[in-house]
């Protein structure tokens, strides 16, 4: 099979990325589906790349979604979330500070997510403007996937992100990470995540206030496992079969 990535930059500035598993003879309709994924760039890269090995993950973490009235209200919620999901309250709350000051040092968003030693809250990430992205992960058969969300309700404007965020969380917990918090950087798109192997892909919304520009991601992890887990996130080649 091939791995199709797609990133696009506008002005020096990273503005969408993309990417599909997929068998050789669906490679030109992928890359065309591609093409279309960023509003305005001038400048786009498509990297083909075969894949010799790739692990399927048989069944997608269980999505749940919650609304709340105000960013605070949802915040205590996704704090509770990851207790559940054996964080301690003083971590996930750090962990949340860090997104919402911005979790790059120098300021704003990371290219990446932020690993945080899930005993000492220390950040493992080897750069902490970069951090770490987990890439090679995609759906075994994804349009089966978008219309058995649809189904269930999932509205046609959140169904892009929903299925990228959702196969990339499951393929982190396949990869280690125990836990994950998540809100987007776009302005627009206030609903976030918190998710694990025991409570699942929960959606949280609205983790930020409308026309804030910061997000990011923190997965926490054990320290000793930290280059095991970075090699899976970045190289292994996953696809995930079902919901
Ligand atoms: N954010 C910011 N910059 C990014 C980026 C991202 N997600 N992905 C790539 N870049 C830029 C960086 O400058 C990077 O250099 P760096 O490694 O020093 O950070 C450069 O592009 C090259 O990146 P590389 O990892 O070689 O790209 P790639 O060709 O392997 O493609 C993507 C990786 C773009 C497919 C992957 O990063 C991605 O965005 N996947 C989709 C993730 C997703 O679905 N997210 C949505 C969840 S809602
Ligand atoms: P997004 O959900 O695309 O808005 O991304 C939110 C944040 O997650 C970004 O600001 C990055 O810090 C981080 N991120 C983006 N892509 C990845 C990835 N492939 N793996 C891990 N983290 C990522």
């Known amino acids: ?12 500035i990273h503005v969408s990325g993309a990417e599909r598993i997929v068998d050789e003879g669906q490679v030109e309709r992928v890359v065309k589906e591609l093409l279309k994924r960023p509003k305005d760039y001038n400048k786009m890269v498509i ?7 790739i692990y399927i993950i048989p069944k997608a973490l269980t999505i749940y979604s919650y609304d709340f009235e105000s960013v605070q209200s949802a915040r205590n919620f996704a ?5 559940e999901a054996g ?15 911005g979790p790059n040092p120098k300021g704003g968003n990371m290219r990446g997510a932020v690993l945080m030693d899930v005993r000492t809250g220390e950040r493992l990430e080897p750069d902490q403007e970069r951090g770490i992205r987990t890439v090679r992960v995609d759906w075994k058969d994804r349009k089966s ?14 169904l892009h992100r929903l299925l990228d965020a959702l196969a990339l969380a499951t393929k982190n917990v396949y990869c280690g990470v125990l836990a994950e918090l998540c809100w ?10 918190v998710a694990s192997k025991n409570i699942g892909y929960v959606r949280i ?3 930020k206030e409308l026309n804030n520009p910061l997000g990011g991601r923190v997965y926490f992890v054990e320290r000793d496992r930290v280059e095991e887990i970075i090699n899976c996130l970045e190289k292994k080649a996953v696809l995930v079969e079902a919901l």
Not at 1 to 12: D, F, H, N, T, Y
Request: charge should be positive; aromatic fraction near 4%.
């Open 79 to 83: 704090v509770k979330k990851l207790e």
């Open 47 to 53: 990297t083909l790349e075969k894949l010799e090995e």
């Open 1 to 12: 099979m091939i791995s199709v990535r797609m990133r696009a930059e506008l002005k020096g």
């Open 184 to 193: 987007s950087d776009d302005p627009d798109y206030t609903t976030g995540y």
């Open 87 to 101: 964080i301690s309250r003083d971590l996930a709350k750090r962990a949340i500070e860090l997104l919402e000051k």
């Open 205 to 207: 919304k609205p983790l």
């Open 145 to 158: 996937i978008k219309l058995a969300l649809l189904k269930r309700g999932i509205k046609r404007q959140y």
